[in-house]
């Protein structure tokens, strides 16, 4: 069960933070140079970060059901471990929010902005929260893998 979990673990997160990543560093650039305007592209991107958001939920469940699932001799390290998914939850309703905000601003096909002025300053709290979630998810996955590595080394230890 526990390799089960852990490979459910990555797989989501692969996904999850993996599309982030790519979607932010070529996907936007590519499709606003193709399309010829980053207005175009953001009716892309308004569609592409529902399901964005959604798979964060999913991946969030995944690494609860991780944080819970074993028992790590190291307090610290645990703490940490919930501190950076706390984040990443309060992150994750935050961008729920904003992208409600932001939807708000478009006009009903969500093919245009209708509220530039107030449009802008909501996208860049999205970015700025997106960049931090994607920050506290690179420090879990340290930490996480450290952990993963000492309950290997505590089993294998006890097994002798």
């Not at 999850?16 to 193709?34: M, N, S």
């Not at 309060?90 to 478009?106: A, I, N």
Request: aromatic share 12%.
């Amino acid at each position: 069960m526990t390799l089960f979990r852990r490979f459910c673990v990555v797989q989501a997160l692969l996904l999850w933070q993996g599309g982030f990543l790519f979607y932010a560093a070529f996907v936007v650039p590519t499709g606003t140079k193709v399309l010829g305007s980053a207005a175009a592209q953001g009716a892309i991107t308004a569609r592409v970060t529902d399901s964005l958001n959604v798979i964060g939920v999913v991946a969030l469940a995944l690494l609860a059901w991780d944080l819970n699932g074993r028992h790590d001799h190291n307090r610290r390290r645990t703490l940490a471990r919930r501190w950076c998914w706390v984040v990443m939850l309060v992150c994750q309703g935050l961008l729920f929010y904003l992208h409600e905000r932001l939807d708000s601003f478009m006009d009903p096909t969500r093919m245009r902005i209708e509220t530039q002025a107030r449009f802008y300053p909501v996208h860049a709290a999205y970015l700025w929260t997106s960049t931090m979630q994607w920050l506290a998810c690179l420090f879990l996955m340290g930490i996480t893998l450290a952990a993963w590595r000492a309950e290997e080394r505590h089993a294998a230890h006890h097994s002798h």
